[in-house]
Protein backbone atom coordinates (compact mmCIF):
# COMPACT_ATOMS: atom_id res chain seq x y z
CA UNK A 1 0.00 0.00 0.00
CA UNK A 2 1.29 3.20 -0.93
CA UNK A 3 1.77 6.55 0.98
CA UNK A 4 -1.59 7.72 -0.24
CA UNK A 5 -3.73 4.48 0.98
CA UNK A 6 -1.51 4.69 4.10
CA UNK A 7 -2.86 8.06 5.05
CA UNK A 8 -6.09 7.29 3.91
CA UNK A 9 -6.49 4.57 6.75
CA UNK A 10 -4.72 6.71 8.97
CA UNK A 11 -7.53 8.91 8.63
CA UNK A 12 -10.28 6.21 8.83
CA UNK A 13 -8.92 5.29 12.14
CA UNK A 14 -9.05 9.04 13.58
CA UNK A 15 -12.41 10.02 12.48
CA UNK A 16 -14.26 6.28 14.11
CA UNK A 17 -11.55 6.33 16.38
CA UNK A 18 -11.03 2.43 15.23
CA UNK A 19 -7.78 0.56 14.84
CA UNK A 20 -7.57 -1.27 11.22
CA UNK A 21 -5.13 -4.00 11.21
CA UNK A 22 -2.42 -4.13 7.82
CA UNK A 23 -4.28 -7.13 6.84
CA UNK A 24 -8.20 -5.48 6.85
CA UNK A 25 -6.68 -2.35 5.30
CA UNK A 26 -5.40 -4.22 2.21
CA UNK A 27 -8.43 -5.84 2.12
CA UNK A 28 -10.45 -2.48 1.64
CA UNK A 29 -10.02 -2.25 -2.45
CA UNK A 30 -13.14 -0.23 -2.94
CA UNK A 31 -15.53 1.96 -1.17
CA UNK A 32 -17.66 -0.13 -0.64
CA UNK A 33 -15.96 -2.50 1.21
CA UNK A 34 -14.62 0.37 3.42
CA UNK A 35 -17.88 0.98 4.05
CA UNK A 36 -19.00 -2.05 5.07
CA UNK A 37 -15.73 -2.79 7.09
CA UNK A 38 -16.92 0.14 8.79
CA UNK A 39 -20.85 -0.78 9.11
CA UNK A 40 -19.54 -4.22 11.15
CA UNK A 41 -17.37 -2.55 13.52
CA UNK A 42 -19.03 0.80 14.20
CA UNK A 43 -22.42 0.36 16.26
CA UNK A 44 -24.79 0.98 13.60
CA UNK A 45 -28.09 3.30 14.11
CA UNK A 46 -31.18 3.83 12.00
CA UNK A 47 -31.85 7.45 12.17
CA UNK A 48 -29.62 9.60 10.00
CA UNK A 49 -27.97 12.99 11.81
CA UNK A 50 -26.16 15.55 10.01
CA UNK A 51 -22.55 15.99 11.44
CA UNK A 52 -22.25 19.33 9.17
CA UNK A 53 -25.40 20.83 11.16
CA UNK A 54 -24.12 19.67 13.94
CA UNK A 55 -20.46 20.99 13.50
CA UNK A 56 -22.19 24.46 12.17
CA UNK A 57 -24.25 24.89 15.59
CA UNK A 58 -20.69 23.77 17.33
CA UNK A 59 -18.88 26.82 15.84
CA UNK A 60 -21.68 29.50 15.53
CA UNK A 61 -21.53 28.98 19.67
CA UNK A 62 -18.07 29.44 20.11
CA UNK A 63 -17.84 32.23 17.25
CA UNK A 64 -20.89 34.18 18.99
CA UNK A 65 -18.72 33.60 22.08
CA UNK A 66 -15.15 34.63 21.08
CA UNK A 67 -16.12 36.74 18.14
CA UNK A 68 -19.11 38.73 19.62
CA UNK A 69 -21.23 38.96 16.93
CA UNK A 70 -25.12 38.04 16.74
CA UNK A 71 -25.95 34.42 16.12
CA UNK A 72 -26.95 36.54 12.45
CA UNK A 73 -23.62 36.60 11.50
CA UNK A 74 -22.64 32.86 11.25
CA UNK A 75 -24.36 31.80 7.84
CA UNK A 76 -22.44 28.34 5.91
CA UNK A 77 -21.72 31.14 3.40
CA UNK A 78 -19.87 33.43 5.93
CA UNK A 79 -16.16 34.16 4.87
CA UNK A 80 -14.31 33.70 8.36
CA UNK A 81 -11.93 37.17 7.19
CA UNK A 82 -15.23 38.93 7.63
CA UNK A 83 -15.88 37.81 10.81
CA UNK A 84 -12.56 37.80 12.73
CA UNK A 85 -11.03 41.23 14.22
CA UNK A 86 -8.45 43.27 11.47
CA UNK A 87 -6.28 43.57 13.64
CA UNK A 88 -3.64 40.48 12.91
CA UNK A 89 -2.80 39.78 16.20
CA UNK A 90 -6.23 39.88 17.62
CA UNK A 91 -7.58 37.83 14.30
CA UNK A 92 -5.20 34.80 14.94
CA UNK A 93 -5.99 35.17 19.20
CA UNK A 94 -10.06 34.91 18.47
CA UNK A 95 -9.35 32.42 15.57
CA UNK A 96 -7.53 29.93 18.59
CA UNK A 97 -10.23 31.06 20.89
CA UNK A 98 -13.18 29.67 18.77
CA UNK A 99 -10.76 26.54 17.32
CA UNK A 100 -9.95 25.55 21.42
CA UNK A 101 -13.32 26.40 22.24
CA UNK A 102 -14.78 23.76 19.50
CA UNK A 103 -12.13 20.97 20.43
CA UNK A 104 -12.63 20.39 16.55
CA UNK A 105 -8.67 19.43 15.38
CA UNK A 106 -9.84 19.54 11.98
CA UNK A 107 -10.65 23.50 12.14
CA UNK A 108 -7.56 24.77 10.14
CA UNK A 109 -4.40 26.40 11.68
CA UNK A 110 -4.61 30.57 10.72
CA UNK A 111 -2.11 31.68 8.31
CA UNK A 112 -1.72 35.03 8.50
CA UNK A 113 1.36 37.31 6.24
CA UNK A 114 1.84 40.02 3.90
CA UNK A 115 -0.09 38.54 1.05
CA UNK A 116 -1.56 35.34 2.88
CA UNK A 117 -4.66 35.54 4.91
CA UNK A 118 -6.53 31.58 5.10
CA UNK A 119 -7.44 28.64 6.81
CA UNK A 120 -5.98 25.96 4.84
CA UNK A 121 -8.47 25.83 1.83
CA UNK A 122 -11.56 26.64 4.05
CA UNK A 123 -12.94 30.36 3.71
CA UNK A 124 -16.38 29.80 4.70
CA UNK A 125 -18.33 28.58 7.90
CA UNK A 126 -19.86 26.19 5.83
CA UNK A 127 -16.64 24.82 4.11
CA UNK A 128 -15.31 24.43 7.73
CA UNK A 129 -18.28 22.69 8.61
CA UNK A 130 -18.09 19.85 5.65
CA UNK A 131 -14.29 19.38 6.88
CA UNK A 132 -15.05 18.99 10.60
CA UNK A 133 -17.68 16.55 9.89
CA UNK A 134 -15.07 14.69 7.66
CA UNK A 135 -12.64 14.68 10.88
CA UNK A 136 -14.08 14.81 13.48
CA UNK A 137 -17.22 13.21 13.00
CA UNK A 138 -16.82 10.92 16.54
CA UNK A 139 -16.75 14.68 18.09
CA UNK A 140 -20.27 14.94 16.59
CA UNK A 141 -21.69 11.82 18.19
CA UNK A 142 -23.65 11.96 21.18
CA UNK A 143 -23.24 9.23 23.67
CA UNK A 144 -24.31 6.27 22.49
CA UNK A 145 -25.71 7.29 19.34
CA UNK A 146 -24.51 4.80 16.27
CA UNK A 147 -23.93 6.04 12.65
CA UNK A 148 -26.44 5.40 10.02
CA UNK A 149 -25.30 3.83 6.66
CA UNK A 150 -25.74 7.48 5.22
CA UNK A 151 -23.64 9.44 8.34
CA UNK A 152 -21.02 6.72 6.58
CA UNK A 153 -21.14 7.24 2.94
CA UNK A 154 -21.37 11.15 3.65
CA UNK A 155 -18.05 11.36 5.59
CA UNK A 156 -16.37 8.35 3.59
CA UNK A 157 -16.96 10.31 0.61
CA UNK A 158 -15.15 13.41 2.46
CA UNK A 159 -12.39 11.66 3.21
CA UNK A 160 -11.68 9.84 0.19
CA UNK A 161 -11.68 13.56 -1.66
CA UNK A 162 -9.28 15.24 0.81
CA UNK A 163 -7.28 12.41 1.12
CA UNK A 164 -7.06 11.04 -1.85
CA UNK A 165 -8.66 13.98 -4.21
CA UNK A 166 -10.81 11.51 -5.90
CA UNK A 167 -14.10 13.62 -6.18
CA UNK A 168 -16.37 11.56 -8.24
CA UNK A 169 -15.53 7.44 -7.81
CA UNK A 170 -18.21 4.61 -7.81
CA UNK A 171 -18.74 2.78 -4.82
CA UNK A 172 -17.28 -0.35 -6.56
CA UNK A 173 -14.28 0.96 -7.95
CA UNK A 174 -10.98 -0.44 -7.66
CA UNK A 175 -8.84 1.89 -5.32
CA UNK A 176 -5.83 0.48 -7.61
CA UNK A 177 -7.02 -0.82 -10.94
CA UNK A 178 -9.92 1.88 -11.54
CA UNK A 179 -8.58 4.89 -9.32
CA UNK A 180 -4.78 5.40 -9.50
CA UNK A 181 -4.46 4.90 -5.57
CA UNK A 182 -1.32 3.03 -4.47
Not at 77 to 95: Q, T, V
Request: aromatic share 8%.
Amino acid sequence: MGLDGVEFVMALEETFDIAISDADAAAMRTPRLVLEYLEARLPMSAEDRCSEQRAFHHIRRAGMKHLGLPRRAFRPEARWKDLLPEDGASSSAAWRAVREETGFTALPKMFLGPFKFGFGGRQTIGESCRTVAHRNADLLRRPGEGWSRRDLEKILTGLIAEELGILKFGWDQDFVKDLGID
